[in-house]
């Protein structure tokens, strides 16, 4: 067996038992929760195959509503996530990029990582929320969900690029 599909495998276990059993009961003020499992969608490869990437992020993201009690909405979200993640990364990568390019912090640097994993948090939060909500009735707080979760998981995903870039 290919010793990244196993990595890829425990890395996929590892942040749906974290996310399931300690980041859903996290509520800061009331609505900011760190989504971290969506960090699988943003450490795929630049020439990842699409069909893989969709499979992975589906199945991540239905592993999550299985667990959660979210009818569809992190399967939704994360499968939009893995189908626009390459058109995200394109911008922050040259031309001159190996094909197997991995965007992680050693790689991109911080500025460039944090900007991508930025875009891809806040764009998975934007996608979440707004499915959650779906009803705009209370939009300061579905804004604040939003933003607040965003930074969360942003922190939360800058932590662990840092340890594993170590």
């Not at 067996?1 to 990595?7: G, R, S, Y």
């Not at 994360?78 to 390019?101: C, E, H, K, S, W």
């Amino acid at each position: 067996m290919n010793i990244d599909l196993l990595k890829g495998i425990a890395l996929f276990v590892i942040l749906l038992l974290v996310q399931v059993v300690f980041l859903n009961h996290i509520h800061l003020f009331g609505f900011a929760t760190p989504l971290l499992y969506m960090y699988v969608a943003i450490v795929f490869r630049r020439n990842y195959p699409r069909w893989a990437m969709l499979l992975w992020s589906f199945a991540m993201g239905l592993a999550v509503d299985v667990f959660s009690n979210t009818p569809g909405m992190a399967a939704a979200s994360m499968t939009l996530l893995g189908f626009v993640q390459p058109y995200i990364l394109l911008p922050f990568t040259n031309r001159d990029t190996p094909a197997d390019f991995e965007p992680t912090l050693r790689q991109m640097g911080p500025a460039k990582f944090l900007w991508y994993a930025a875009i891809c948090v806040f764009f998975y939060c934007l996608v979440f929320f707004t499915i959650e909500d779906f009803s705009f009735f209370n939009p300061l707080y579905w804004l604040g969900s939003i933003v607040g979760s965003s930074l969360l998981t942003l922190i939360f995903v800058l932590v662990i690029e840092n340890f594993r870039s170590k």
